[in-house]
């Protein structure tokens, strides 16, 4: 009894609709590989359908990233029908679900459930907890939205399979290849392509403005989705009616809605300030440089040297290579044989202050040579002598963890 219990439990969770839809549809797909042969005028119209369906409901419906004039709505609701993934007004609503509870037990594509799960899981199986609360006041009383939903069976029937079999069987006769190829097929690569977003798109890319969340840019996904695959900006500026802002990265949705804005019959189109755009990315790029900047050795610092006075410095330097530069006392010693101005050139500065030498008096020292005579560092001179900038400049535009610094000080390491 337990075991049909539990099967009865789990034959009760499935979305027979859902199962039925991405199941049969690309079997019948395959029929149609064996009985009918792939004319090219069929192939160029469900390439040019599947782009059609892939422009629809996302950026308006979802995230109100721009403001659609009635006849455009209407254009929109029928395109993204075309993609047989559910009304404006449950699509809609799941997504603003799954950004207000990215990666939570609430979000209705959970991706830290794993990739099959968030590529197609959630579509077949009713989730153990549902999903989050979303705000979709505006969607109840849009009037072209509940329009929709109303009517949506009877528009996928239409837009979704009679349509694509309408237009090939019309114009060039080959109404079977419609049906199949620009009907069958194209649904099927619509919907993985799109459910790749929620899955291959928050496991592979690139994460250039937030790694707190598990959403990121796939170039891949964006071509599949015309632009919806730069998803790590997407989750961190959803109000942003562009997915991408480099002028070489491929995003025919925003090109589409511009050109919508162009006409007049969009308008309002909302974009994040640049400043915070800029300011992210910045921000990712230095905790890059932070992982390569912790795996370098850096100089002793004043406060971790002794104090030495003058008296003292000059003793010990009888016994080993010492000399000042900046009012730090150096061992030059290992350097001696390395130096390409010969052994000679240093020992006539050892046990002085060869500040003025090193910086421009003698030579004017690169870069280099002064971030490699800041690891010789082996004491502060007491009182200091002449001073010239004592940074290297490695650590000119070191970056500061502002957190590990206040913990320092909390600690009273400093």
């Given at each position: 009894?337990?075991?049909r ?13 859902n ?10 797909g ?10 090219s ?13 892939m ?5 308006l ?18 395109m ?19 950004h207000?509870?990215t ?22 199986i009713?989730p153990s ?6 705000d ?14 109303r ?14 079999a309408i237009?090939?069987g019309?114009?060039?006769?080959d ?8 009907g ?25 403005f ?5 959403a ?7 071509l ?31 090109w589409?809605i ?12 909302r974009?994040?300030p ?7 990315e ?18 002793a ?10 008296e ?9 290579p ?8 150096h061992?030059?010693g ?11 050139l ?7 202050d ?25 004491g502060?001179?007491h ?7 004592g940074i ?21 390491t400093?």
């Amino acid at each position: 009894m337990p075991n049909r219990g539990a099967l009865f439990t789990f034959l009760h969770r499935i979305r027979w609709f859902n199962l039925a839809v991405l199941t049969i549809t690309p079997a019948i797909g395959l029929h149609g590989l064996r009985s009918t042969p792939l004319r090219s005028y069929t192939l160029a119209w469900a390439a040019m359908y599947y782009v059609i369906s892939m422009l629809g409901y996302h950026r308006l419906w979802s995230h109100r990233s721009y403001n659609a004039s009635r006849p455009l709505q209407y254009l929109l609701v029928l395109m993204g029908a075309s993609a047989v993934q559910g009304s404006v007004y449950w699509w809609a609503r799941g997504h603003r679900s799954h950004h207000r509870y990215t990666d939570t037990p609430l979000d209705p594509y959970n991706a830290k459930r794993g990739l099959l799960y968030s590529h197609i899981g959630w579509m077949l199986i009713k989730p153990s907890v549902k999903p989050g609360t979303a705000d979709i006041s505006d969607l109840k009383k849009n009037e072209v939205v509940q329009w929709q939903h109303r009517w949506y069976f009877v528009i996928i029937i239409v837009v979704g399979y009679a349509l694509p079999a309408i237009v090939a069987g019309i114009i060039w006769g080959d109404w079977w290849g419609g049906f199949y190829y620009a009907g069958m097929w194209r649904i099927t690569f619509v919907h993985h392509s799109v459910f790749s977003i929620n899955s291959l798109a928050h496991y592979l890319g690139e994460t250039p403005f937030d790694d707190k969340k598990s959403a990121r840019d796939h170039f891949v996904s964006a071509l599949l989705t015309m632009g919806e695959g730069y998803h790590n900006f997407h989750h961190q500026f959803p109000m942003d009616y562009r997915n991408a802002v480099k002028w070489y990265q491929f995003d025919p949705t925003k090109w589409f809605i511009a050109g919508c804005a162009a006409l007049r019959i969009a308008s309002h189109l909302r974009v994040f300030p640049q400043n915070e755009v800029n300011k992210a990315e910045l921000a990712m790029k230095l905790k890059k440089l932070r992982v390569v900047q912790d795996n370098i050795q850096w100089p002793a610092q004043a406060e971790d040297l002794p104090v030495v006075s003058w008296e003292s410095f000059r003793k010990e330097a009888q016994e080993r290579p010492l000399l000042v530069v900046s009012g730090f006392i150096h061992d030059v010693g290992d350097f001696l044989d390395q130096h390409p101005g010969g052994r000679s050139l240093i020992r006539s500065h050892t046990s002085k202050d060869a500040t003025a030498a090193f910086c421009g008096g003698v030579y004017e020292h690169s870069n280099a040579a002064h971030n490699l005579l800041s690891m010789m560092r082996v004491g502060v001179l007491h009182g200091g002598v002449e001073h010239v900038d004592g940074i290297a400049p490695g650590e000119r535009l070191k970056i500061v963890d502002k957190n590990r610094s206040r913990r320092r000080q909390q600690a009273g390491t400093y």
